[in-house]
T-cell receptor, first 117, second 114 residues
Framework: NAGVMQNPRHLVRRRGQEARLRCSPM?????VYWYRQLPEEGLKFMVY????????ESGMPKERFSAEFPKEGPSILRIQQVVRGDSAAYFC???????????????FGEGSRLTVL | QKEVEQDPGPLSVPEGAIVSLNCTYS??????FMWYRQYSRKGPELLMY??SSGNKEDGRFTAQVDKSSKYISLFIRDSQPSDSATYLC??????????????WGLGTSLAVNP
């Protein structure tokens, strides 16, 4: 019974390259969330998606970042022209169609750690 | 001032100690309070959930909410080395299904020494 699967676990990119992070939600979950975690900032919400729809991207930087959750396949967080400040742990979480009510529980993956040289 | 304040620690205790972890918040609209545990190099996992004020107990863990003081606590009794992790508080005023509105603390790093 696989949980939330993220890959790659570790990714190293040089400045200016592109980073693609993938997330497969738990079976039966249709809501996907992406978070960024930095030691001095904690967990920051980036984007919330359902299949083929971006529901809320209020936490996404306006430039270089995009996310999708296609009808088939994993959700993808894409960072174009990476800069050193993009180095962080990126977590994907999923919840069932109810949104995880009443507890609002989020099920997190193990994260993808991006290092930008 | 951040909406949620949490002392990052680190906190180091001997095995068997009672641990108290705390968060303060400023938004009086918060009603749903959660504690997540995050082991090193892993994702957070939900530990405790509380709605409004009061206490909730689950095994060695007790979550406490004092809305009048805007203060929440997580107590761990008979702490074990396996409790060594970072503990994050999270809260929201929206319906608990609205997960993207969760406001997170920075997390407190706990080490329980055998």
């Amino acid at each position: 019974n696989a949980g939330v699967m993220q890959n790659p676990r570790h990714l190293v990119r040089r400045r200016g390259q592109e980073a693609r992070l993938r997330c497969s939600p738990m079976k039966g979950h249709s809501h996907v969330y992406w978070y960024r975690q930095l030691p001095e900032e904690g967990l920051k919400f980036m984007v919330y998606l359902q299949k083929e729809n971006i529901i809320d991207e209020s936490g996404m930087p306006k430039e270089r970042f995009s996310a999708e959750f296609p009808k088939e396949g994993p959700s993808i967080l894409r960072i174009q022209q990476v800069v050193r400040g993009d180095s962080a742990a990126y977590f994907c979480a999923s919840s069932p169609p109810s949104g995880g009510a009443p507890t609002g529980e989020l099920f997190f993956g193990e994260g993808s750690r991006l290092t930008v040289l | 001032q951040k909406e949620v304040e949490q002392d990052p620690g680190p906190l180091s205790v001997p095995e068997g100690a009672i641990v108290s972890l705390n968060c303060t918040y400023s938004n009086s609209a918060f009603q749903y309070f959660m504690w997540y545990r995050q082991y090193s190099r892993k994702g957070p996992e939900l530990l405790m959930y509380t709605y409004s004020s009061g206490n909730k107990e689950d095994g060695r863990f007790t979550a406490q909410v004092d809305k009048s003081s805007k203060y929440i606590s997580l107590f761990i009794r008979d702490s074990q080395p396996s409790d060594s992790a970072t503990y994050l508080c999270a809260m929201t005023g929206d319906n608990a299904g609205n997960n993207r509105k969760l406001i997170w603390g920075l997390g407190t790093s706990l080490a329980v020494n055998p």
